[in-house]
């Protein structure tokens, strides 16, 4: 037959008009890369009992756009299968893998396994610790896979496309799910219904769920610290995901287009709401801030149609209740978060427009417990601001100007005069010292 073979590699196999059917010789360890690249008219492999190893490289697969093959049996002794190795193998329906395999290479677009649409399922050895990126990538027939107990990373777009894919069990020592933009390790897995993440993941990946538009329902683990860029972007039959108390972070445009999220909660852990995080989320009707929050990026709740209902924290309160018939209306507070032209960093403008708002409106004890504990600071936040009518109503309200603190705040309000600031400011705080304290 057509072998050409060097030191226990087959570096070539020459195609011979009408044979479908080879057995590679005993001595063959290494199958090297493109050995077999475009043999279309091969349907079935036999492979020696002692090959180690099918290299591939980024388009060099070994078995590369073999389109006729059916069947292949890999050797027990096999530890290595590279990238690109079986890409576009579109006939081929099921493949076994030996025990002892460590690793399954993948490179950008070129996975060992991308393009197989006819493979329909696979048990994935316990000796493998990695799914690396693109492997089974567009396998459109794939309904079911078992993974390993001992997996610990799935690459980014790992499964891509596998529109068949219903279900998927994540083994527990599961730590990262990869990917980055439009590379989303289960993006585009249009028949996923629902998934329960372990409770070693403390990532997910940019795009990793993007596009799965029968995904309803999805358990989020406790350590979870990071949702990623778009990670659930396109998830048009989300409902409702409740968020774990560990999450710091909600990445760009993570719920970008979740048409039908009607609720989520967000734990008080968050501090950053990435750009376009529920961007196109019509059905969202109301969202509690947590105190937590120190920034919401720009067009984060841009087209959230439908959101009626914003709970600020701690005060645990509508805010168009406080701000519906007020100079400061609740169309403003919600213009800041839905605005594509800025972000919103939810430190000051914010919170001490709201806390204060609340307060003078209502005298609400949370607001009030708030602002006593945070007055230095929202006084001269609101003197800075030259707003004599905010300062005013904090003052004669008679509940945090205290004899110890009223010099300060004077020395704070010339301070702010001499720079040319409200003057009138200072000579009310004056007369307040002299009326209450004499």
């Known amino acids: 037959m057509g072998f050409r073979i060097k030191n226990g590699v087959l570096e070539k196999y020459r195609q011979e008009k009408g044979v479908t059917?080879?057995?590679?010789?005993?001595?063959?360890?290494?199958?090297?890369?493109?050995?077999?690249?475009?043999?279309?008219?091969?349907?079935?492999?036999?492979?020696?009992?002692?090959?180690?190893?099918?290299?591939?490289?980024?388009?060099?697969?070994?078995?590369?756009r073999c389109t006729s093959l059916k069947s292949i049996t890999l050797p027990d002794s096999l530890t290595e299968i590279g990238s690109s190795a079986f890409y576009g193998c579109m006939a081929l329906a099921s493949i076994t893998l030996p025990d002892g395999l460590i690793k399954i290479c993948g490179d950008w677009d070129k996975g060992a396994f991308q393009g197989c649409t006819s493979l329909t399922n696979i048990t994935l050895p316990d000796s493998l610790k990695k799914i690396d990126e693109y492997t089974f990538s567009g396998c459109t027939a794939l309904a079911?896979?078992?993974?390993?107990?001992?997996?610990?990373?799935?690459?980014?777009?790992?499964?891509?496309?596998?529109?068949?894919?219903?279900?998927?069990?994540?083994?527990?020592?599961?730590?990262?799910?990869?990917?980055?933009?439009?590379?989303?390790?289960?993006?585009?897995?249009?028949?996923?219904?629902?998934?329960?993440?372990?409770?070693?993941?403390?990532?997910?990946?940019?795009?990793?769920?993007?596009?799965?538009t029968a995904l309803a329902s999805i358990t989020l683990p406790d350590k979870l610290t990071e949702i990623g860029e778009s990670a659930f972007s396109g998830c048009t039959a989300l409902v409702s995901i409740t968020l774990p108390d560990s999450l710091t972070e909600i990445g760009y445009g993570a719920?970008?287009?979740?048409?039908?999220?009607?609720?989520?909660?967000?734990?008080?852990?968050?501090?950053?709401?990435?750009?376009?995080?529920?961007?196109?989320?019509?059905?969202?009707?109301?969202?509690?801030?947590?105190?937590?929050?120190?920034?919401?990026?720009?067009?984060?709740?841009?087209?959230?149609?439908?959101?009626?209902?914003?709970?600020?924290?701690?005060?645990?309160?509508?805010?168009?209740?406080?701000?519906?018939?007020?100079?400061?209306?609740?169309?403003?507070?919600?213009?800041?978060?839905?605005?594509?032209?800025?972000?919103?960093k939810f430190s000051h403008e914010i919170k001490y427009d709201t806390v204060t708002q609340i307060f003078l409106n209502t005298a609400?004890?949370?607001?009030?417990?708030?602002?006593?504990?945070?007055?230095?600071?929202?006084?001269?936040?609101?003197?800075?601001?030259?707003?004599?009518?905010?300062?005013?109503?904090?003052?004669?309200?008679?509940?945090?100007?205290?004899?110890?603190?009223?010099?300060?705040?004077i020395d704070y309000a010339i301070q702010n005069t001499q720079k040319g600031g409200n003057m009138e400011i200072q000579v009310m705080l004056m007369n307040y010292k002299n009326e209450k304290f004499g």
């Open 21 to 64: 059917e080879i057995t590679v010789p005993d001595d063959v360890t290494e199958i090297g890369s493109s050995a077999f690249k475009g043999c279309k008219s091969l349907k079935s492999i036999t492979l020696p009992d002692g090959l180690i190893k099918i290299c591939g490289g980024w388009d060099k697969g070994a078995f590369q």
């Open 144 to 212: 079911s896979i078992t993974l390993p107990d001992n997996l610990t990373e799935i690459g980014s777009s790992a499964f891509k496309g596998c529109t068949a894919l219903a279900s998927i069990i994540l083994p527990d020592g599961l730590t990262k799910i990869c990917g980055y933009w439009e590379s989303g390790a289960f993006q585009g897995c249009t028949s996923l219904k629902s998934i329960i993440l372990p409770d070693s993941l403390t990532k997910i990946g940019s795009s990793a769920f993007s596009d799965c």
């Open 255 to 344: 719920f970008y287009g979740c048409t039908a999220l009607a609720s989520i909660t967000l734990p008080d852990s968050l501090t950053e709401i990435g750009y376009g995080a529920f961007y196109g989320c019509m059905s969202l009707a109301n969202i509690t801030l947590p105190d937590s929050l120190t920034e919401i990026g720009y067009g984060a709740f841009y087209g959230c149609t439908a959101l009626e209902s914003i709970i600020l924290m701690p005060f645990a309160m509508n805010i168009r209740t406080y701000f519906e018939n007020d100079d400061f209306e609740y169309n403003e507070f919600k213009r800041m978060l839905d605005t594509k032209e800025y972000a919103t």
């Open 364 to 409: 609400q004890s949370e607001a009030k417990a708030y602002i006593k504990k945070n007055f230095s600071k929202i006084i001269r936040y609101w003197i800075d601001k030259n707003d004599y009518q905010k300062v005013k109503g904090l003052v004669q309200s008679e509940a945090f100007i205290t004899k110890r603190n009223i010099g300060g705040i």
